[in-house]
């Protein structure tokens, strides 16, 4: 690997790591995400978001559940949140 193609990778991965870091969700996308599935299955979304704790990793964010566990709710990265199957009726 010569040096002009190892600068453009490291371009590369900094951009998308740029990206990464404007992009990431915050806690109102997250609870929004977890209400709307949680309404999705008839389960009140005050059960959900009352011990939901927001967790931001600069690049990507997750919201965890401390009576459960820590299990993981949702995760977010370029401007989406994903909910999980800890989302249980």
Known sequence: MNTN??????TAIAVFAIILFLTNPDQA?????????????DRPAADWTMFAVY????LFSTVTNKVLG???MSWGALGKVSTTSNIKP
Do not use: P, S
């Open 29 to 41: 996308m997250h609870l929004r995400a977890i209400k709307d599935t949680a309404a999705l299955i």
């Open 70 to 72: 820590d299990q993981i």
């Open 55 to 58: 967790n931001n990793y600069f």
């Open 5 to 10: 193609t190892k600068k453009i990778g490291i």
